[in-house]
């Protein structure tokens, strides 16, 4: 059984900052991808940020620049740091990973349960 736990969600005003982590836990081999995605009410989930096992990142084009996904592989967490947010980037934060727990395994794709990100003065 493996699980991805979200945290640091909250309320924060326009130009602000706010960090999130998640952390993988469980019965846990190896992980590839990690990765951050979004809803915003009313549209679909969306990718935010990606970082691989090797550490490249890709990112949105609304959030380069402003966002950065870092990692920790010996705490099996990843990070999402947010700063000059805007009102459009409120929306439930999911965390993504591709986890496996055996040797020679497939990664099978994991999500946490999402953390909401409000933006608003």
């Known amino acids: 059984q493996v699980q991805l736990v979200e945290s640091g969600g909250g309320l924060v005003q326009p130009g602000g900052s706010l960090g999130l982590s998640c952390v993988a836990s469980g019965n846990i081999f190896s992980i590839n991808d990690m990765a951050w995605y979004r809803q915003a009410p009313g549209k679909e989930r969306e990718l935010v940020a990606r970082?691989?096992?090797?550490?490249?990142?890709n990112y949105a084009d609304s959030v380069k620049g402003r966002f950065t996904i870092s990692r920790d592989n010996f705490k099996n967490t990843v990070y999402l740091q947010m700063s000059n947010l805007k009102p459009e980037d409120t929306a439930v934060y999911y965390c993504?990973?591709?986890?496996?727990?055996?040797?020679?395994?497939?990664?099978?794709?994991?999500w946490g349960k999402g953390t909401l990100v409000t933006v608003s003065s």
């Open positions: 970082i691989f096992s090797v550490g490249g990142t």
């Open positions: 993504n990973a591709y986890i496996r727990t055996r040797d020679s395994g497939p990664f099978m794709a994991t």
